[in-house]
């Protein structure tokens, strides 16, 4: 008994409809959070520049006085903690966002600032310290992963040691005066400690041998959350 | 290449979606059309039916499968057990004979030749105008003839109805987990029974005017899965299927993963070579909802699924290499902190179409579940169904994808003699 029943086309679209409208919500609700958490990263970024000029101002005020007083801690954990979020986000919104890059740029612009900052407060204070500009490149550089592995680890055992990383590929001024100043080649990773120039990928060991003044800094003593480096592959 | 893996993951997504969608619409339609029989359901005649039973190596399961044919609750005037004997290794024939003096039974004794040929005995000395069958690793309800011959009935254009199979006594995590997936099958399929669209007419108790195979030939051996083919054979020559829900099998599920494993192989790899011998009713909208929704959606759930896996394995191995570089190149460091930050909670729109995807599958076990048993309730042992088969479904998918491209054959016969060694 042959019976082909007729289509029922009229379900078949409200189906695409309804199922159109649940992946819209998706979207939707996917957004609102990506918006949500690059508010905090703004605020975030905001916090550390206020807290940055705060202490600019501080430094300048307190020229004549102990150096004690200047704090130099907190901005850099804060900084590094915005570092492993503009990390998260880059590979879970994308590298190309323009909401990310703009991010990535007013991060990478702290940390010039802090680094010039706190150059300025270890020379006029005497204190000990190394400075390490971590230059990579999110595309095509394969040793910059481990790089990245060497100076997490390094920052663990050496927590006054200061490493800001920068996206030598980041279209902004103020990183291609930096490449330019320090003449850091284009053979990602590049380091420059306390001014010295190191192209390709150094590990621990290489690094502590040709950087003696590592092993002067107080090491750490008790375990304490894990900062991670920013690069990343 | 990962805007292509973003394209097809969201293609895959939205019609895996769209399959749940369209059976949730096709519930809110139709659920005041899902009858449930009343207990003393009686009929206006009693149509004549034979029911074969094909056994191979069943010495364990025979008897209970027999005697829950003689308790059905149907005249016995009108119904003919035909226990075919498909030359079992064991003592099945023996087991066989023990029925041989019942009248309504009749028992064959043949070489053996697969499935298809034990059920091709029943057509050929069936003279009833309804002929069924049964696994002989099943057992029916003493209601579910009655219940099917009720909706033969009640629609007289339908051809063949299939039964609401459920796994009895499931006695571990596994067997839990397959009474789970056919409690759900038991939603889909009246949903598929509504829309004209199912696919399968298993061996468990399906019931067919006997005019289908009349006009369109006996069983086929069919890659080993006779009960798909002769449901397409059907669909394509208009022939309709309808689900009966309340018309309850109880079957023994595979115990094991490895049988759980190669019956599943058999299962999948007949319905790719079938899918393929049946290609041409692919998106021919004459044919209706087998052809524009059953078979895509079959193959879309294939492909999701080795999709699903190839991510995880991806993501595994990609943690696995990073880890092995790290600890190359810095050591093993000390035990990591972990401190929660609800910053690094992933809120990608691909988790919250997993996550709808996940609850729709959810709705359709409870629903499942509901017209099973009569149960709503939600059960964690749902996610044993997920987990279990998120983790060991993919390996029979791509095995039986190798074993149709190179048509290799997984033998219904070869599963039976495992299952008997493994006794």
């Known amino acids: ?233 | 290449m990962d805007s292509l893996y973003t394209i097809v993951f969201y293609v895959l997504s939205f019609l895996s979606v769209y399959v749940q969608v369209f059976f949730l619409i096709t519930f809110l339609q139709k659920r005041k059309q899902i009858v449930y029989h009343a207990d003393n359901l009686e009929l206006a005649s009693y149509p004549s039916v034979t029911v074969t039973v094909p056994c191979f190596n069943e010495e364990n399961t025979i008897d209970k499968t027999v005697k829950s044919l003689l308790a059905l609750d149907y005249p016995k005037d009108k119904l003919t057990i035909f226990l075919v004997d498909d030359g079992s290794t064991d003592t099945t024939w023996q087991k066989i004979k023990e029925f041989e003096s019942h009248p309504n039974i009749k028992i064959f004794h043949k070489e053996n030749g697969g499935k298809h040929t034990a059920l091709n005995i029943g057509l050929v000395h069936a003279v009833s105008e309804f002929v069924g069958c049964l696994d002989a690793d099943s057992f029916v309800h003493p209601q579910a003839l009655k219940r099917i011959m009720k909706t033969f009935e009640s629609y007289p254009k339908t051809m063949a109805i299939a039964p609401s199979i459920i796994v009895y006594n499931p006695k571990n995590i596994l067997q839990t987990a397959q009474k789970i997936e056919y409690d759900m099958a038991v939603y889909t399929k009246k949903m598929l029974g509504f829309m004209g669209g199912i696919h399968v007419t298993p061996g468990p108790f399906s019931i067919f005017r006997k005019k289908v195979f009349d006009d369109l030939g006996p069983y086929r051996k069919a890659h080993n899965t006779e009960d798909q083919e002769i449901a397409l054979r059907m669909q394509e020559h208009g022939y309709k299927i309808d689900h009966c829900p309340d018309a309850y099998v109880y079957t023994v599920a595979p115990n094991s993963v490895l049988k759980l494993y190669r019956q599943r192989i058999r299962w999948i790899y007949g319905f790719i070579k079938n899918l393929i011998d049946y290609r041409r009713l692919i998106f021919k909208k004459k044919y209706g909802t087998i052809a524009l929704f059953t078979l895509p959606s079959g193959f879309i759930s294939i492909l999701g699924a080795i999709f699903l896996f190839g991510t995880v394995i991806y993501n595994i191995g990609s943690y696995a290499s990073r880890k092995f570089v790290q600890i190359q190149t810095v050591g093993i460091e000390g035990t990591p902190s972990f401190h929660f930050d609800w910053f690094f909670v992933n809120t990608q729109a691909a988790l919250f179409f997993s996550v709808i995807l996940y609850i729709l599958v959810i709705v359709s076990v409870v629903l499942g579940r509901r017209m099973a048993e009569g149960r709503a309730g939600f059960s964690l042992t749902i996610f044993y169904f997920i987990i279990i088969y998120s983790i060991i479904a993919p390996f029979w998918l791509l095995r039986a994808i190798y074993n149709a491209i190179r048509s290799h054959e997984s033998s219904w016969t070869f599963e039976r003699q495992s299952a008997t060694e493994a006794k």
């Not at chain 1, 706190?118 to 595309?139: A, H, P, W």
């Not at chain 1, 040691?161 to 030598?168: A, N």
Request: charged share 25%; with cysteine.
């Open chain 1, 1 to 233: 008994m042959q019976h082909f029943e007729p289509n029922d086309w009229k379900k078949y679209i409200i189906t695409f409809l309804v199922t159109g409208a649940l992946f819209l919500s998706a979207f939707w609700v996917s957004n609102y959070f990506t918006g949500r958490k690059i508010d905090q990263v703004k605020i975030a970024e905001d916090k550390i520049s206020l807290d940055l000029m705060s202490s600019e101002i501080q430094f300048s005020l307190l020229q004549e006085m102990s150096c004690k007083d200047v704090s130099t801690n907190a901005l850099s954990s804060e900084l590094n903690s915005l570092a492993e979020k503009i990390s998260y986000s880059e590979s879970n919104i994308g590298t190309e966002n323009s909401n990310v890059v703009s991010l990535k740029k007013y991060y990478s612009i702290l940390e010039i600032k802090d680094y010039l900052l706190m150059k300025r407060i270890t020379e006029r204070c005497g204190q000990k310290s190394v400075f390490v500009l971590y230059f990579y490149d999110n595309d095509t550089c394969a040793d910059c992963t481990k790089q990245g592995y060497v100076l997490t680890s390094l920052k663990e055992k050496y927590p006054a040691l200061r490493v800001y990383s920068f996206d030598y590929n980041l279209d902004l001024s103020a990183i291609k005066a930096m490449i330019s100043i320090y003449n850091v080649p284009d053979k990602m990773p590049a380091l420059v400690i306390n001014g010295k120039v190191y192209s390709g990928f150094q590990s621990i060991e290489t690094v502590e041998k040709n950087f003696p003044q590592l092993k002067t800094l107080k090491k750490k003593e008790i375990p304490e959350s894990k900062e991670t480096t920013k690069k990343s592959a």
